[in-house]
């Protein structure tokens, strides 16, 4: 009889009677309605854990139970059991081995809060869930993994890597697999929302859009991949520039401290050549004093000797030798050997000397004051890399600065708006009589010299300012300060190297510097807006027209000194209108 159950347990698979929860021989086997077997433990504590929802399902055809199904013991598998336990079927193979391994390896890999716990798990700890079925909608740790692989009904199942919960992949109206794209929309639905709230959108599969999203995801990774060389080439740009502008900037302050070592040793060797002045002159002016100083005291020391013989003289009683010795007493007085007046005390004193060094220190100072905020500038605009410079309107003007004319500048011949931001032409009209129709008639006075003036504000960095212009001939002009204010018929901007000028007559557009004329193509427009970069040298004019512009002209030189926005114009008799303006267009 041993024998006999020995052979028939040798025949049977013990894998055929696991609990697919607990993945070992079943204990107290119980059937579910379904058909399915269970540990009776297992199923309980599965169920126990949806005892809230009040869902009750199995773990492998997912089949749903309302109310939950009483548990009865499966006598007939129980037996088999127990047969197998005996005969020690259940003796661990190789495979049996590696499953074992594998349950043991499941059993360490507990998931984590940002993991994917298996639905099959049961307790407390479930394992982390590596792959995830659609057509179950369950995520298994390798361990209930293994049917999928094994059971040839299960193997056509779609398994994708258990990367997010699969609740986050289901509907949440229909409780149904997101498997549908829905182009209106751009967003996953499920079929059931095709068929109603999506019922006229594009739809796609998501097969399909992940075909499609796939190719552009290729695209952006070669997008992404030649950004990373440019930003790897630009990187390597910045340090190469990063070490030669730390290498510059040393340079620098040994220039400057050798300057000013000079600059110091300069001042001393002036002061010490003063100081040997004064000494010379002092010795020069003292010797000729002595010199005179002795012959006064040697004169005055005569002088006292003869007025003692003259003393003497007056006492003696002989007539004949009293004048026999005054005769030649007196010879010697009127003949003196100095002149008289001979010592006038001049006035100059070194005071003067001290007053012109004082002088010099004031003019130093105010020089180093005057030169200071422009040797501070050229300091501030020396950068590692480029600004970038703006390309479009948007980008322009936000380097918008407020401007006014600056009223000294302006000539009788014009009118200055109260906000000093608009200047108009004065016209005169005379007064004529016809002889035939004897009426007045009027003659409208032009003003024919060219009249031009300066902003009041300086510009060092970057600024975009529009002026709008109306007239005949006129133009758009950087300049620094001190520009001659000759007026001539063609405007004084740009005819010297202080100057930059955008002229418009009415036939076309030129760009004056030096006194040397470009041509500039493009059609003249009422309203230009410059563009001023003074640190990186760049001066653009542009045609505006609402709220596009156009590159008339653009300038890549070096400004040593700050610019003044300028304005001139000139009415040549060509237009029939009145009057003419120029404005500065308030876009700040």
Known sequence: MAECEQERGAELDPNQFCCSICLDLLKDPVTIPCGHSYCKSCIEGCWDQKEEEGKYSCPQCRENFSPRP?????????????????????????????????????????????????????????????????????????????????????????????????????????????????????????????????????????ATERDEQQKELTVSQKNVQQREKEREKDLTVLLEALKDFKSCSQTAVEANSKICGELISSIKESCSLVEKLIKAQEKTAVAQAEGLQLQLEEEIAKMRKIGAELEQNSHIDDNIHFIQTFQSLSASCESPDLPDGLVVRSKRTFRTVTDSMSKLKDDMEGLLKDTWPTISAKVSSVNVLLQPEPKTREEILQYCCPLTLDENSVSKNVTLSQDYRRVTCKTQQTPTYNNYSGYNSYTTNRITSTEQMWCKEGVTERCYWEVSLSGSTWCVAVSYKDISGTSSYKSVFGQDGRSWSLECPSNGCSFRHNNVSTYVSGSRSSVIGVYLDCTEGILSFYSISGTSMTLLHKVETTFTEPLYPCIGFMDDGSQKSVAYYAELIKIW
Do not use: W
């Open 70 to 206: 009483a548990l009865r013991r499966n006598n007939m598998l129980a037996e088999v059991v127990e047969m197998l336990k005996r005969t020690g079927a259940q003796q661990a193979s190789p495979s049996a081995a590696a499953e074992a391994a594998a349950e043991a390896s499941a059993a360490e890999a507990c998931a984590g809060p940002a993991d994917v716990a298996c639905d099959f798990c049961c307790g407390t700890n479930p394992n982390r869930a590596t792959m995830s079925c659609l057509t179950c909608v369950v995520s298994y740790c390798p361990a209930h993994l293994e049917p999928h692989y094994s059971v040839p009904a299960l193997k056509k199942h779609q398994l994708v890597s258990a990367t997010i919960p699969l609740q986050d992949k289901m509907c949440a109206k229909h409780n149904k697999l997101m498997e549908v794209y829905c182009k209106t929309d751009r967003k996953c639905i499920c079929y059931l929302c095709v068929i109603d709230e999506h019922k006229s959108h594009s739809t796609v599969s998501a």
